[in-house]
């Protein structure tokens, strides 16, 4: 199963961002896979099936796919699945798993704002937990809303901001991450904000099993 790199953009990250000075995000999260044999549950996130199952198939873009338990579902869903990270070691596991279910994703090893994908692409963009680093010129956030076809939908969920004091017992800065705040300041009139919520969240397996909420923000491009 082929996996494609993406093209390495001279976008920078700041340097302000204590996992950019040292080490590079890929780097960072290919350690993290490496630890275990599979790092999070193998099945797809509960507010993705949820919020999608009744939508008419096309072309998603799974941000941050991870080992692809998403992307694999969306693909059995008779979705175009195009799935990226910047995790070589997360990629291989999910490629693997397409094969061995003889199902079709188009693999991308790359950031999202390093892959630079032509705008108004996709009819879905998933992002789920994606960890994405901020900058001062919001990139991410915007390369998530630009990717969106007119008409198409932004699924964006994440797990509820800890406070500060606990983000930072277990070393992250909160400051460092695009959180739905950062995404939703972006949604302007050509945006309908369909969910915008926190909801249970039910994951009996995996590094994120102690997660008990998930924050939902989906919006509809309307032109
Ligand atoms: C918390 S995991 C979530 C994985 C998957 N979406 C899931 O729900 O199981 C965050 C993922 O985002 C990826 N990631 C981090 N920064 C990224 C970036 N700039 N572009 C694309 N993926 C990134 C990591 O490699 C990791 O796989």
Not at 34 to 62: C, F, H, Y
Not at 76 to 96: C, F, M, P, Y
Not at 158 to 167: C, E, G, I, R, Y
Request: aromatic share 4%; glycine share 10%; net charge negative.
């Amino acid at each position: 199963m082929e996996i494609n790199d993406g093209a390495r953009g001279d976008a920078q990250q700041s340097p302000a961002h204590a996992l950019q000075a040292t080490d590079e995000p890929g780097n960072f999260w290919d350690r993290r896979y490496a630890e275990m044999a599979s790092l999070w549950s193998g099945q797809p996130n509960g507010t993705l099936v949820q919020e999608v199952t009744e939508v008419k198939p096309g072309r998603v873009l799974d941000v941050g796919c991870g080992e692809g338990a998403d992307a694999l579902w969306l693909a059995e869903k008779g979705w175009n699945v195009t799935a990226l990270d910047v995790s070589r070691v997360a990629l291989a596991r999910a490629a693997r798993e397409a094969g061995t279910r003889g199902l079709r994703v188009t693999w991308l090893h790359s950031g999202l704002v390093e892959a630079a994908l032509p705008d108004g692409s996709f009819d879905l963009v998933s992002a789920q937990y994606p960890a994405l680093l901020r900058t001062p010129e919001n990139l991410a956030e915007r390369a998530l809303l630009d990717a969106v076809a007119p008409g198409g939908l932004l699924l964006a969920v994440h797990h509820p901001l800890p406070t500060a004091d606990v983000a930072r017992a277990r070393g992250i800065d909160l400051a460092e991450y695009v959180g739905l705040a950062e995404i939703r300041a972006l949604l302007d009139g050509n945006w309908r904000i369909e969910v915008d919520e926190v909801r249970p969240r039910h994951v009996a397996a995996g590094a994120g099993a102690h997660h008990t909420e998930d924050v939902v923000l989906k919006a509809r491009r309307l032109r």
